[in-house]
């Protein structure tokens, strides 16, 4: 009973569950995340809901963006939304100061601000009416599209440098 105890501990620490890290507030540049974090408790239940919930949502919107493919404007918007809904869905698992803290780790970090970017990019070109243009609309859509996958390969380790060679590979030819 004891190592199952310890080990649902691990789990937790790993997932960010009720897990308590001492932190001066005067020192933390997310000083605003602490009193958020400390004012919205859940339960390891509530979290897990929560997160199921936020990602059939965003993988619901993304995949029913399929549906308006060829009206880039309506793609771009419930493409980008169901994006937005999936990455809020890991606030709920691992917690909304260490999402932040994970996004701006320095290994991610730029691949963090082109995926805010890019998504920024999308609802700008879809949304304003003085740059509502279908081909700029797709343009930013495969920009974010590639910009979430490279994002999403920050986590895994070593991944973003293998598909950089594997690129290099395919693509370095002599003219």
Same mark, same amino acid.
């Given at each position: 009973m004891e190592k199952m105890s310890q080990a649902m501990e691990k789990v937790r620490m790993l997932v960010g569950i009720e897990v308590e890290e001492p932190v001066?507030?005067?020192d933390s540049p997310f000083a605003?995340?602490?009193?958020? $974090?400390? %004012? !919205? /408790?859940? $339960? /390891? &239940?509530q979290r897990l809901y929560g997160f199921a919930i !936020?990602? =059939?949502?965003?993988?619901? !919107? /993304?995949?029913?963006?399929?549906?308006?493919?060829? %009206? +880039?404007i309506k793609f771009g918007i419930a493409f980008t939304f169901g994006n937005l809904l999936s990455l809020g869905s890991t606030g709920f698992l691992?917690? +909304?100061k260490r999402q932040v803290n994970m996004m701006v780790d320095p290994v991610r970090i @730029?691949? /963090?601000a082109l995926y805010l970017a890019s998504i920024l990019l999308?609802?700008?070109?879809?949304? @304003? &009416?003085? =740059?509502h243009n279908k081909l700029l609309t797709l343009v930013a859509i495969i920009l974010e599209f590639g910009?979430? #996958?490279?994002y999403s390969m $920050? @986590? #895994? +380790?070593f991944a973003r440098a293998m598909v950089s060679k594997v690129m290099v590979a395919c693509f370095d030819t002599e003219f």
């Open positions: 001066d507030e005067e605003f995340m602490d009193d958020f $974090s400390r %004012n !919205c /408790t859940l $339960s /390891t &239940k !936020c990602l =059939v949502a965003g993988l619901t !919107c /993304t995949l029913m963006s399929m549906l308006v493919f060829f %009206n +880039p691992i917690g +909304p @730029y691949a /963090t999308a609802l700008l070109c879809a949304l @304003y &009416k003085q =740059v910009a979430l #996958i490279w $920050s @986590y #895994i +380790p």
